[in-house]
């Protein structure tokens, strides 16, 4: 089925629990109920919270509204009646709705007793709802704004084939298992805490090591590229935010500035600032083009309680940036430098499915030349059309100051987040006056590409995680084997069997308690470690070790000599 079919459905099945609630709960208030992406909800403003229990009974009340089989009819009223309308019912929130709107008609839609504030469309009958499912409760600002009132939102789902709706909710309980969240404290990985404050992150010992994997894989891949890596400081004048322009557009996501000697700084919220004034500390000739700096750059911005969630939506977080000077001829090839670079990146994780999103020119607003719009946008076309990749165009979907490139991974769920852009930027290069020697000796404004492989560290690991199930690749694993004796007469042999493979370079732990040996391979498996080693007496008396996978799958009785050459090895260099 077509997608606007699917949506048309969705929505439909949302006014039908509007009207279950209401029915059910006659004091409720209703606010507003749209299709998304895998389903759709229904904000409510009711005193008494929704609980599980309610969202059966209002799912078997929407099935008696739909064996009704009644239509959905479609009114017009002029905005005066509509808001008289909605005054005799105490509807608040349409009501506020229909003052924001120009219109001297507004549409309705009634099914049996419900009536709504809708544009549709709708589907003809509600028979032709067959197979839905109500999913969750959640708190919502009206209008997304925290300091408006605080709706329940529910969510649910509805497909045109009951396979379809199986497997959909068959997908939301394997993502419940891959919940970073809940895997970041059974691993250890990572916690927040509300005394600190939401979106702090506090990395574990394991979490923060497979941080450092993931950013010292960045940096070689950097350096191997030609990227200069640098460091700029957490905090800056307003100043140069005023000059960026920060200050004026984006001063909502920056946190309160503090007093230094009479003088306002801000923490910062972006890397770029920074690298252009690193740039303009030398002039610059075109034989340095393109000059790449790079930064895992910690930043802090001011992001919505009610939009936090793990690691995928934080305050303070490193942006994997990198900033790029390029004259217009050396354009062209690295943006193509820069696209494989990031799906190289990508892939070396695991991540094979890609969805390329192209946003051009905005007809309204925009700063920089018509040419050199022209000159980023097919620089930017001519590199998807050489990888060979499907991509789609956003057409007047790019920021003012500059068309971009979008790459999104889809996760072995088929989830899509958002990891690398590739953004012009013909903004900053102006307003901080930045310039080259061109190669007739006269001054020339370069331009200016901001790049993110990751997007940020902390989303990129969230991701990860979910996509592994928490069963990182034996590269990224934090701990990658483990070595327990069977009693404590070979306590001595554990240590030595682990000094070798840390030896080697192997990350490595021991478990010398005095447990049943089943256990402790249960507890080990439950930690998600790759390989659990094995010794007894048999293996002390002759040397060697007896190994299996975390998967269960028994490797049999080796010398250390041997795992390492033909287990470890192949799989520790894959990337």
Known sequence: ???????????????????????????????????????????????????????????????????????????????????????????????????????????????????????????????????????????????????????????????????????????????????????????????????????????????????????????????????????????????????????????ELMYAPMDIEGRPYRIKPMNCPGHIMIYKTNLHSYRE???????????????????????????????????????????????????????DFLRTFGFSEFALYLSTRPLDKFVGSLENWNMAENSLKNALEKIGLKYEIDDGGGAFYGPKIDIKVKDCLNRPWQCSTIQFDFNLPERFDITYIDSEGKKARPLMVHRALMGSVERFIGVLIEHYAGKFPLWLAPVQAIVMNISEKQEDYVKKVADILKGEGFRVEIDLRNEKIGYKIREATLQKIPYIILVGDKEKQTGTISARTQSGENLGTTTIGKFISEVLNPRKNWK
Not at 49 to 55: A, G, N, R, S, V
Not at 133 to 154: C, F, P, T
Not at 213 to 221: A, D, K, R, S, Y
Not at 308 to 326: K, N, Q, T
Request: hydrophobic letters at 35%; glycine letters at 8%.
């Open 289 to 343: 083009l393109p000059l790449r700096y790079a930064e895992l750059g910690t930043v802090y911005r001011f992001e919505k309680g009610g939009v936090l969630h793990g690691l995928l939506r934080v305050r303070g977080f490193s942006i994997d940036d990198a900033h790029i000077m390029v004259s217009p001829e050396e354009v062209v090839d690295e943006v193509n430098r820069v696209l494989n670079m990031a799906l």
């Open 1 to 251: 089925m077509e997608n606007r079919e699917l949506e048309t459905l969705r929505h439909s099945t949302a006014h039908i629990m509007a009207a279950a609630v209401v029915e059910l709960f006659p004091e409720t208030k209703v606010a507003i109920g749209p299709s998304i992406e895998d389903g759709f909800y229904y904000d409510f403003d009711r005193t008494t919270t929704f609980t599980p229990e309610d969202l059966e009974k209002i799912e078997e009340k929407m099935r008696q509204l739909i064996e009704k089989n009644d239509d959905f009819v479609k009114t017009e009223k002029s905005k005066t009646e509509a808001i008289e309308y909605f005054k005799l019912r105490d509807e608040k929130y349409k009501i506020e709705l229909l003052n924001e709107i120009d219109d001297g008609k507004v549409t309705f839609y009634q099914t049996g007793n419900f009536v709504d504030l809708c544009r549709g469309p709708h589907i003809g009958k509600t028979g032709q709802i067959k197979h839905f499912k109500l999913l969750s409760v959640a708190g919502a600002y009206w209008r997304g704004d925290a300091n408006r009132e605080q709706l329940q939102r529910i969510y649910g789902t509805a497909f045109f084939t009951k396979k379809e709706l199986d497997e959909h909710l068959q997908k939301i309980e394997e993502a419940k298992k891959r919940d970073h969240r809940k895997l970041g404290r059974e691993l250890e990985l990572f916690s927040l805490h509300e005394e600190v404050g939401g979106g702090l992150v506090h990395w574990h010992p394991k979490g923060a090591l497979v941080k450092n994997i993931v950013e010292n894989f960045w940096q070689e891949l950097h350096l191997k590229n030609g990227y200069q890596l640098v460091s700029t400081p957490h905090i800056a004048s307003e100043d140069i935010y005023k000059i960026s322009g920060h200050l004026e557009n984006y001063s």
